[in-house]
């Protein structure tokens, strides 16, 4: 009987005959290199990225996001376990298979032609063990979920069910015929007696295997037809998987995100750029074409993107304007852009430095329509979901910088905002209000009076002029002046930071803006800023530093939350009410802002707090629908904001909290839409601990 050391290499095939094998390999290979070749000629035709970085820190990002979203599926199973499972188990499972071999080569190779006899030959029959099971068995799993999902469940979100049943199919004969052979050879030799390599110990080392050893000697083949049988299956095995990769790098199909993806994800701008900041578009004055119209108007990360996406519609199940009947679906948006770049970038190659000839048709209008550019909230709903780090928001914007700035292309509301927002300095056309109406009976000083400040509160447009805003206003200078904080404001010096501006699409005017803005912070020395609104707050702290502007800038949640724990700020009155709180995007998505807000709820007595659900709350939560200029669009169809408040009913909370004056006001026009507004109502954090911190009424 045969040492227990392992089994025979190029068994029935030979060598060198078998060593042909390795050119299949090299074929794989090539036709990977070859596809990403070509397609790194197509992305070429972009922009240099300017969120390239330094490549240290870019790089130890990129490890660390191997090993929790790469190997650990972190992203995948944390937001949907049925499909991270899916992906999981295939990927875990591909790739020991994939070491298997690898290894089964280096072993052969190395003792052939070295003359060392690796350490791992040795534990071959362990090790068989681990990749029968772990990695055959994870794939079969991971493939059954896979049919499971795409041909009995069969999401909505899933409309390539062709293509990938094809990429499913050519894995499937990969990982069975690679099995038939193993269990062909053991039933050839291991469990034949007649056999010099007989020994019946060996084989059920190999469990999967070996059940199907059993079933072709039960069936009766001849040790003959087992060796016929094995020799062709071994070579359609290795012809199976360069055919395989030959057809995905000619496609440019599903696999290849194996290695386009990994490229994407290393080059993600929120390593070097803040999560909630759009890209400078640089030095206006010297931009020949302003915005994205055309693939050279994208930098090539922006291409690269396109062939990065899987298609598997995670954004677009995230996406509130696709939730609520609208245009836009995140996922159709990116492969619309990539059918544009199919057609588009031979012929800009072609021509070379040449003039190219314009397009048959147009990205915008023809390709992706204005309606769909325009029904972007900027949520990052789509980019937080993406497991692959898509960033949808700055394609968008890009082409709505083009309808903006090159076509004056603006839905007529907005067009309004953007006009009064040039011509008064904020975007609520027709109101009367001043920017100091707010002030009045609160003994608020402005810096022009007196400029010695701890903080600059910065008011904002909507809770300066919009009067049920201007309740949110007074009750932060409250709960200021309780926490013994001096603090200053603009009043009439306070112009809009330009973030309505800028996610329309004119980055002339959120410019001028914002410089502005700096200019008035330099004069009176504003070391540091707190903000109502998570939209100012996100343009100050991300986005002025681009123009020279930074300051330590912080949403009032942050700082009260600090007050509060430091014992500056006690409640004692009792709120008695239940309260659903609604993360606003640009606090919490674009900002990672969740727990402040909540450490002032529950610090609030007698409130009790009631999350919206783990599918509807922090990272997930869901968008009110005025992010991205939409506050001054005109919604057809059902409204974002109606979806939101019946997400708040369904809590059964007597009220919903916000801490974003936007929220405040989809909020309460939501409750109001649905007849409720005698039951429930939509109030901002700070008022309920501004009134918790008024003494109880002496009885």
């Given at each position: 009987?045969?040492?227990?050391t392992?089994r025979?290499?190029?068994?029935?095939?030979?060598?060198?005959?078998?060593?042909v094998?390795?050119?299949?390999?090299?074929?794989?290979?090539?036709?990977?290199?070859?596809?990403?070749?070509?397609?790194?000629?197509?992305?070429?035709?972009?922009?240099?990225?300017?969120?390239?970085?330094?490549?240290?820190?870019?790089?130890?990002?990129?490890?660390?996001l191997?090993?929790?979203d790469?190997?650990?599926?972190?992203?995948?199973?944390?937001?949907?376990?049925?499909?991270g499972?899916?992906?999981?188990?295939?990927?875990?499972?591909?790739?020991?298979l994939?070491?298997?071999?690898?290894?089964?080569?280096?072993?052969?190779n190395?003792?052939?032609?070295?003359?060392?006899?690796?350490?791992?030959?040795d534990?071959?029959?362990?090790l068989?063990?681990?990749w029968?099971?772990?990695g055959?068995?994870?794939?079969?799993?991971?493939l059954?979920?896979?049919?499971y999902?795409?041909?009995?469940?069969?999401?909505?979100r899933?409309?390539?069910?062709?293509?990938?049943?094809v990429?499913?199919?050519?894995?499937?004969?990969?990982?069975?015929?690679?099995?038939?052979?193993?269990?062909?050879?053991?039933?050839?030799?291991?469990?034949?007696?007649?056999?010099?390599?007989?020994?019946?110990?060996?084989?059920?080392?190999?469990?999967?295997?070996?059940?199907?050893?059993?079933?072709?000697?039960?069936?009766?083949m001849s040790?003959?037809?087992?060796?016929?049988t094995?020799?062709?299956?071994?070579?359609?095995?290795?012809a199976?998987m360069?055919?395989?990769?030959?057809?995905?790098?000619?496609?440019?199909?599903?696999?290849?995100?194996?290695?386009?993806s990994?490229?994407?994800?290393?080059m993600?701008?929120?390593?070097?750029?803040?999560?909630?900041?759009?890209?400078?578009?640089g030095?206006?004055?010297?931009?020949?074409?302003?915005?994205?119209?055309?693939?050279?108007?994208?930098?090539?990360?922006?291409?690269?993107?396109?062939?990065?996406?899987?298609?598997?519609?995670?954004?677009?199940?995230?996406?509130?304007a696709?939730?609520?009947?609208?245009?836009l679906?995140?996922?159709?948006?990116?492969?619309?852009?990539k059918?544009?770049?199919?057609?588009?970038?031979?012929?800009?190659?072609?021509?070379?430095?040449?003039?190219?000839?314009?397009?048959?048709?147009?990205?915008?209008?023809?390709?992706?329509?204005?309606?769909?550019?325009?029904?972007?909230?900027?949520?990052?709903?789509?980019?937080?979901?993406?497991?692959?780090f898509?960033?949808?928001?700055?394609?968008?914007?890009?082409?709505?910088?083009?309808?903006?700035?090159?076509e004056?292309?603006?839905?007529?509301?907005?067009?309004?905002?953007?006009?009064?927002?040039?011509?008064?300095?904020?975007p609520?056309?027709?109101?009367?209000?001043t920017?100091?109406?707010?002030?009045?009976?609160?003994?608020?000083?402005?810096?022009?009076?007196?400029?010695?400040?701890?903080?600059?509160?910065?008011?904002?447009?909507?809770?300066?002029?919009?009067?049920?805003?201007?309740?949110?206003?007074?009750?932060?200078?409250?709960?200021l002046k309780?926490a013994?904080?001096?603090?200053?404001?603009?009043?009439e010096?306070?112009?809009?930071?330009?973030?309505?501006?800028?996610?329309?699409?004119?980055?002339y005017?959120?410019?001028?803006?914002?410089?502005?803005?700096?200019?008035?912070?330099?004069?009176?020395?504003?070391r540091?800023?707190?903000?109502?609104?998570?939209?100012?707050?996100?343009?100050?702290?991300?986005?002025?530093?681009?123009?020279?502007?930074?300051?330590?800038?912080?949403?009032?949640?942050?700082f009260?939350?600090?007050?509060?724990?430091d014992?500056?700020?006690?409640?004692?009155?009792?709120?008695?009410?239940?309260?659903a709180?609604?993360?606003?995007?640009?606090?919490?998505?674009?900002?990672?802002?969740?727990?402040?807000?909540?450490?002032?709820?529950n610090?609030?007595?007698?409130l009790?707090?009631?999350?919206m659900g783990p599918?509807?709350?922090?990272?997930?939560?869901?968008?009110?629908?005025?992010?991205?200029?939409?506050?001054?669009?005109?919604?057809?169809?059902?409204?974002?904001?109606?979806?939101?408040?019946d997400?708040?009913?369904?809590?059964?909370?007597?009220?919903?909290?916000?801490?974003?004056p936007?929220?405040?006001q989809?909020?309460?026009?939501?409750?109001?839409?649905?007849?409720?507004?005698?039951?429930?109502?939509?109030?901002?954090?700070?008022?309920?601990?501004?009134e918790?911190?008024e003494?109880?009424?002496?009885?």
């Open positions: 009987m045969p040492e227990l392992g025979t290499d190029f068994w029935n095939i030979g060598y060198p005959l078998g060593a094998v390795y050119t299949t390999a090299l074929i794989a290979i090539g036709a990977v290199l070859w596809g990403l070749y070509k397609r790194q000629q197509m992305w070429r035709l972009g922009k240099p990225n300017p969120d390239t970085g330094p490549w240290g820190q870019r790089l130890l990002a990129g490890a660390r191997l090993m929790l790469g190997f650990g599926h972190r992203r995948f199973i944390k937001r949907e376990r049925l499909p499972a899916m992906h999981f188990f295939i990927f875990w499972g591909m790739l020991v994939f070491a298997a071999t690898t290894l089964s080569m280096v072993e052969f190395v003792e052939q032609y070295l003359g060392i006899r690796p350490f791992t030959v534990w071959s029959l362990q068989e063990f681990v029968d099971i772990f055959g068995g994870f794939v079969f799993i991971g059954s979920i896979a049919l999902r795409r041909y009995v469940q069969r999401p909505a899933l409309n390539t069910v062709m293509e990938n049943g990429l499913i199919g050519l894995i499937l004969a990969m990982v069975v015929t690679g099995f038939l052979l193993q269990s062909l050879r053991m039933a050839a030799t291991e469990m034949e007696p007649t056999s010099v390599l007989y020994n019946p110990d060996w084989a059920p080392w190999s469990p999967i295997s070996y059940v199907i050893a059993l079933g072709i000697r039960g069936v009766g040790v003959g037809a087992m060796e016929v094995h020799f062709s299956l071994w070579w359609f095995h290795a199976l360069s055919a395989t990769f030959v057809y995905a790098a000619v496609r440019f199909g599903p696999l290849m995100h194996i290695f386009v990994p490229i994407n994800a290393l993600r701008s929120s390593v070097t750029r803040p999560k909630g900041a759009l890209r400078s578009m030095e206006l004055e010297q931009l020949e074409r302003f915005g994205a119209q055309d693939l050279q108007d994208f930098t090539w990360k922006q291409l690269l993107e396109v062939d990065a996406c899987t298609n598997c519609g995670r954004c677009q199940d995230q996406c509130p696709w939730a609520s009947g609208k245009p679906s995140p996922r159709k948006l990116i492969q619309d852009m059918s544009y770049m199919m057609e588009r970038a031979p012929v800009l190659l072609q021509a070379g430095e040449g003039e190219a000839p314009p397009p048959e048709k147009s990205l915008i209008h023809d390709v992706i329509s204005q309606e769909v550019l325009w029904s972007c909230t900027t949520c990052g709903a789509c980019m937080e979901a993406c497991p692959v898509i960033e949808h928001i700055d394609s968008v914007v890009d082409m709505r910088r083009y309808l903006t700035l090159e004056a292309s603006v839905p007529e509301t907005a067009m309004a905002a953007l006009t009064s927002m040039e011509q008064r300095g904020h609520w056309r027709g109101t009367q209000a920017r100091s109406d707010w002030m009045e009976g609160t003994g608020v000083t402005t810096m022009a009076k007196d400029p010695e400040h701890e903080i600059l509160l910065w008011v904002g447009c909507t809770p300066a002029l919009d009067p049920r805003n201007q309740k949110v206003a007074q009750a932060m200078a409250s709960v309780v013994g904080i001096k603090f200053r404001v603009l009043a010096e306070e112009t809009c930071t330009g973030d309505p501006a800028r996610r329309m699409g004119n980055e005017l959120y410019t001028i803006m914002a410089q502005q803005n700096i200019e008035t912070f330099n004069r009176y020395n504003v540091k800023v707190v903000t109502l609104c998570p939209h100012c707050f996100n343009t100050l702290k991300n986005e002025y530093p681009q123009l020279g502007g930074s300051f330590e800038v912080q949403h009032y949640t942050e009260v939350a600090e007050l509060v724990r014992g500056r700020l006690r409640p004692v009155r009792s709120i008695e009410t239940t309260m709180y609604h993360d606003s995007c640009y606090l919490g998505r674009h900002n990672g802002v969740y727990d402040p807000p909540r450490e002032i709820a610090a609030i007595p007698g009790e707090l009631i999350e599918d509807r709350s922090r990272n997930r939560g869901f968008c009110c629908g005025a992010g991205g200029g939409r506050m001054w669009m005109e919604e057809e169809g059902q409204r974002i904001n109606h979806i939101r408040t997400h708040f009913l369904d809590t059964g909370a007597e009220t919903v909290g916000v801490s974003c936007f929220c405040m989809m909020m309460q026009e939501g409750i109001g839409a649905k007849g409720v507004e005698e039951k429930k109502n939509a109030r901002d954090l700070i008022e309920m601990l501004a918790s911190l003494p109880e009424p002496e009885s």
